[in-house]
């Protein structure tokens, strides 16, 4: 039995950030996925604008050497709000963008395409910041079920099995405890990862205590190539405001992030 070839959904609009994220992938190795750099030829929020994707020759095409798994890159291009092109509809297993857009967006005040996507993801996506080679990950998990998507998209990558993952579990009082940080070490070291888990605990000399800066104190301190987190995604007008854990972490790192959202339950 054969089974699909993967897509990754490469965001490009040529500028510095989309080639330190282009460099990121071609850095990693891709067997059995494939690629398509999509690029948005429209304005933000048109009514009626077209949203196919067209093949094209860009004046600068992205090129990809045989080894890393993704030649021939495929080109796009479509009549589209960046964020309509890469947030609606299935553009990919994975979408990789750069960690600041520019251009048509500033004109909204609302940040770049990759801000957009992070609050409302449609598929599990990378904001590449740095171009090296991913060996040393961290996995943020929570034991809800956007942790375990995130958990579930690490899993589909084929250069996992190489590198050593950090379990990451920050727990918020005494009734929690390290079981899911257990589990997700489980799930990697059956595919071949070195795994460590690591449960932060409160201090208990303090009366309240911050996930977030927990968090970002050992991400800090680790300083790993990737960091992986589940986020609850967000609708209407919480759009505009900050979000989650995993928003905060993923505004305040340095470093490349993979954020993935669980389906939401079927309503009965």
């Not at 495929?74 to 092109?85: F, G, I, K």
């Not at 690490?154 to 250069?159: E, F, G, Q, S």
């Not at 209407?236 to 995993?246: E, F, N, T, Y």
């Amino acid at each position: 039995m054969t089974t699909s070839q993967r897509t990754i959904a490469f965001g490009d609009d040529h500028s510095p950030g989309a080639g330190i994220a282009w460099q990121w992938c071609i850095h990693q190795q891709w067997a059995g996925w494939r690629v398509r750099v999509l690029t948005a030829a429209g304005r933000p929020e048109v009514a009626g604008e077209d949203h196919s994707c067209h093949p094209w020759q860009p004046p600068s095409p992205r090129t990809a050497p045989a080894e890393c798994g993704l030649a021939p890159v495929l080109h796009e291009t479509a009549a589209a709000d960046p964020r309509a092109l890469l947030g609606t509809g299935s553009p990919g297993d994975l979408i990789v963008v750069g960690g600041r857009g520019r251009g048509l967006l500033k004109a909204l005040h609302v940040g770049s395409t990759a801000e957009w996507l992070m609050r409302c993801p449609n598929a599990p996506l990378v904001i590449a910041r740095q171009p090296e080679r991913v060996t040393r990950v961290i996995l943020c998990t929570d034991g809800s079920r956007h942790a375990d998507s995130a958990l579930g998209t690490l899993l589909l990558l084929p250069w996992l099995a190489s590198c050593h993952v950090t379990v990451l579990q920050a727990v918020e009082g005494p009734r929690r405890h390290g079981d899911s940080a257990r589990a997700a070490a489980d799930a990697l070291a059956a595919v071949g990862c070195t795994v460590e888990v690591v449960v932060l605990e409160p201090d208990p000399t303090y009366l309240t205590h911050n996930v977030r800066t927990m968090l970002e104190t050992e991400i800090a301190a680790r300083s790993p190539d990737l960091v992986a987190l589940g986020t609850a995604g967000l609708g209407g007008r919480k759009r505009l405001q900050l979000g989650s854990v995993a928003s905060d972490v993923a505004h305040h790192t340095t470093h490349t992030v993979l954020l993935s959202r669980a389906p939401e339950p079927a309503a009965e």
